[in-house]
């Protein structure tokens, strides 16, 4: 009967979790956005720390090299842009021939007329939405971007400051007898959240060169582009890097490129998935998160309808550090085994070469 009535409770309490994940987006999003980056920089600030800075100053210093990163980041995507939109009439122009294409296929093959496939295009639309409305609303997003970013560098800076009085705080709560296991917890969730940002970071950054090296080879328009878009979309597993992927074989065919260069994409693609997977992963990620793939997809889907993309970017790491909590508390262990992997923990070659 307790059994039925602690599973009831874990059950209520998830529920309840998940809508106030789902209500309290516009404010959690930013502020869980800021701690998994702060527990990327707690590393940096620590070593500024220990060179007798002082930790407000550290945690200034942590933050304008996470913008400066930033900003080139965003730079070399607006070089490679502008360069990008200077062919935007030639490719437009593309894009047409290939959807006039695809409507005389349309009509030879299945035998839906010119007329017909307007009338379809037609009542798809929404002739109610007007220019002035879009205008609107897309200066409203990027305002609201605007606002959650300068949100994020505050947290960001406002954590790395106060990180060790929040610590006190969580242990506070704690009974005395099990302050030894709640920090151990808190240092192995941070571990975790930590490792898991630093090797991504370095995959992202070593995909960067592979898919720059396969797409100039290939001749590919804006390689660098493309290959810095395939990088960045690595941060949401499974689906970004063919995401990312599949819109430079797109871009590739509206910018008038042959099937060679189609096939070279693909097989670029194909290559550099089996040096991360096989090569790449094990020498700088490691086994850290280790949860399984399951419940890695459960994840992403359950991110994304709660939270959208950024759910996705963080759900892999949220997912990882209540794996943490769950194995070291007994009634919720059983959770732990569920969303976990039978991956032993390890270290990535990296660091065990580092050691050795």
């Known amino acids: 009967m307790k059994s039925l009535q602690r599973a009831i409770l874990i059950l209520l309490l998830f529920t309840l979790s998940v809508v106030m994940l ?45 913008l400066a990163a930033l900003a080139i980041i965003v730079a070399l995507l607006g070089w490679q842009l502008s360069s ?8 437009k122009q593309r894009v047409l021939e290939f959807v006039e294409k695809f409507r005389d296929w349309l009509h030879e093959n299945i035998g839906i007329d010119r007329k017909q496939q307007e009338n379809i295009a037609t009542s798809q639309g929404d002739s109610s939405v007007g220019a002035g409305d879009m205008l609107m609303s897309f200066a409203t997003g990027t305002l609201s971007i605007a606002v959650d970013m300068v949100l994020v560098t505050v947290y960001i800076f406002l954590l790395l400051l106060y990180r060790g009085r929040i610590k006190n705080f969580i242990l506070m709560l704690v009974n005395t007898a099990y302050r030894e296991k709640a920090t151990l917890i808190l240092q192995k969730s941070s571990d975790v959240a930590q490792q898991y940002l630093e090797g991504l970071s370095k995959m992202i950054v070593m995909l960067w060169i592979m898919y720059g090296i396969g797409f100039s080879a290939l001749g590919v328009e804006n390689a660098l582009f493309f290959a810095v878009l395939c990088g960045l979309l690595e941060i949401v597993p499974f689906v970004g890097n063919l995401l990312g992927t599949s819109f430079t074989i797109l871009a590739v065919a ?23 997977t096989y090569i790449l992963e094990p020498l700088v990620v490691g086994s850290q998160v280790r949860i399984n793939p399951l419940f890695t997809i459960i994840a992403l889907v359950a991110g994304e309808l709660i939270w959208g993309i950024a759910g996705m970017v963080l759900a892999i790491p949220l997912v990882g550090v209540m ?23 390890g270290k990535s070659l990296l660091e065990k070469i580092k050691r050795k």
């Open 22 to 66: 789902y209500f309290g987006k516009s404010f959690l999003v930013p502020l869980v956005l800021a701690a998994v980056l702060a527990m990327l920089l707690t590393k940096i600030c620590r070593k500024l720390e220990t060179l007798n800075i002082q930790r407000g100053v550290a945690a200034f210093v942590s933050v304008l090299l996470f």
């Open 84 to 91: 990008f939109t200077d062919n935007l009439a030639e490719l």
């Open 254 to 276: 509206a910018q008038g490129g042959d099937s060679r260069i189609i096939i070279g994409v693909i097989a670029v693609y194909m290559l550099v998935q089996f040096i991360q």
């Open 323 to 345: 794996r943490i909590v769950f194995d070291h508390i007994p009634h919720l262990k059983p959770y732990a085994y569920l969303i976990g992997s039978d991956q032993k923990k």
